[in-house]
C-alpha cells in the first residue's frame, strides 16, 4: 500500500538526479575516465553506471574494471581520484538545474516538522557546494558523502544515531527517496520506505530492485497529499 510521504517523521533523499538534474554530467566523465585509463569503451561504461545508479564511484569503478579489465592494470583508485577532480572542476563552473518541485516539496517537509537527510556517492565537499548554489542545504539536519563511509545501510544507521533512535524504529518512521537502483536496495537492506523516482533508469528497474513507490516527478508527491 502506497503512503503518503507526510505521514513519516524522518526524509532521506539522493541528490543528484533526484534533486538535482547532473546525472547526464556524471554519468559522461565517469565513461570518459574510464576509457582514458583503460580503453574500456564508453557504451559499455555508460549503460553499466547508469544500471548502478547511487553506487559509490570507487565502488562503481572496482565492479566494471573487476569485469572488462583484463589484465588488471588500472589503479582504481587512482581512476576515482581523476574522476572526482573532474566533478569537482565541472561542479565549480557550472550551476546544475534543479528539478522541478524540489525546493517547494524540501519547505514543505521542513513545514511539517519532517527531518530531512541526504545521502550520496559523491564527496561531501562537492555536495555542500551543490546544495548551497541552489540554497537547499539549509532544508538538511544531515548530509552524508562516501569520503570515508561509503553510501549505503551504514549511512541509514548514522541518521537514525543522530536521533537518538534505534535503527529499527527509525526505519518504519522514514522514507528514502532516489533515482537509483543502489537507493532501493538500500532502502530495503536497512528497512525504509523506498521512493523511486524514474529521472535516470526505467521504473520497472526500480520496482525490481525493492521501490515500495514510483514517482514521475517531485511535484506528484506535493499533490498528493
Not at 108 to 114: D, F, K, S, T, V
Not at 149 to 175: M, N, S, T, Y
Request: glycine share 6%; proline share 3%.
Amino acid at each position: 500500500m502506497k503512503r503518503d510521504i507526510f505521514e513519516f517523521e524522518f526524509g532521506i533523499f539522493d541528490c543528484d538526479g533526484t534533486l538535482i538534474d547532473s546525472m547526464s554530467f556524471y554519468t559522461e566523465t565517469f565513461v570518459v575516465v574510464l576509457e582514458e585509463k583503460t580503453g574500456i569503451p564508453r557504451e559499455i561504461g555508460r549503460k553499466f553506471y547508469k544500471e548502478r545508479a547511487g553506487t559509490p564511484a570507487l565502488k562503481q569503478y572496482e565492479q566494471i574494471l573487476e569485469l572488462y579489465d583484463k589484465n588488471k592494470l588500472a589503479d582504481v583508485r587512482e581512476i576515482t581520484e581523476l574522476f572526482f577532480q573532474r566533478i569537482d572542476k565541472i561542479d565549480k563552473e557550472k550551476k546544475f538545474r534543479v528539478f522541478p518541485g524540489t525546493k517547494k516539496l524540501l519547505m514543505e517537509l521542513c513545514r511539517r516538522g519532517l527531518k530531512l537527510f541526504v545521502t550520496s556517492g559523491s564527496k561531501c565537499r562537492i555536495l555542500e557546494r551543490k546544495l548551497e548554489k541552489h540554497d537547499l542545504l539549509v532544508y538538511f539536519d544531515l548530509i552524508m558523502g562516501s569520503d570515508e563511509i561509503p553510501k549505503g545501510v551504514e549511512h541509514i544507521k548514522i541518521f537514525a544515531d543522530w536521533c537518538e533512535l534505534p535503527i529499527e524504529k527509525f526505519a518504519k518512521r522514514a522514507f528514502l527517496l532516489g533515482d537509483g537502483p543502489s537507493d532501493m536496495r538500500i532502502a530495503r537492506e536497512s528497512g525504509v520506505y523506498a521512493i523511486g523516482i524514474a529521472n535516470t533508469v526505467d521504473a520497472e528497474i526500480l520496482i525490481k530492485a525493492g521501490a515500495d513507490d514510483i514517482v514521475k516527478n517531485l511535484k506528484d508527491l506535493i499533490h498528493r497529499s
